[in-house]
């Protein structure tokens, strides 16, 4: 699972991390924390205009949804899509063939079981630098003509040796692309297999991970601040998280 994630990014950066022009830099807000449940709209590097960011809203409306209410209700359980069935999931492999997306993130977070207990961590590159998640999108028309609906979900994998420890519960992890995988994960002419190749969990020395405090828990709070990254120590009887 992959539903919060920092993407504390200015234009600029974007621009010159992707090599891509930034169309309405009015429309898109930076913020630490973007939770897949608010139905955020990312920046995201996408396969048909690979040289212009587009703006997706997380949560993917497959095409063949026939009207609103459907809609509404396939977005929640699409923000992520297994790597293991993506290519034959119907929700998913239309856009596995062809609508393939980056996602430029500063880290994100997961939460760790203990006994009762929900730990929230923080994981980041591990040269603190950005770094890109595998995505789908897809492109929905309501039937009303309303206008289309751009969205995208995030692509997970099983856990590294890191990810396993943080998120034991389900042992998933996004899909990290590496930098020499990024251009090509967003090439039309990639073959199926070959895309499926680059669903791997990236090494667990890429990343490095930290525990945070209960405001990143606070759903009242203003959570698009540097306070929510901050370290935290966790105490449970005599132990320490």
Known sequence: MCFSVNVNLVKEEIEERYDVNFPDKYRYEPSYYYHAFGLPEIPTVCSDNPGTVRFLKWGLIPPWVKNSEDADEIRFKTFNARAE????????????RTKRCLIPVRGFYEWQHIGNNKIPWYIYHAEDEIFTIAGLYSEWMPPDGSGMLSTFTIITTEANELMAEVHNSKKRMPVILGRNDEKKWIEKVLAPADAMNMLKPCPSKNLKAYTI??????KTANRNTPE???PYTWHSGNQLF
């Open 85 to 96: 069935s993506v290519e034959t999931k119907l929700s998913f492999s239309s856009s596995f």
């Open 213 to 218: 405090g209960p405001l990143v828990n606070n």
């Open 228 to 230: 929510v990254l901050k």
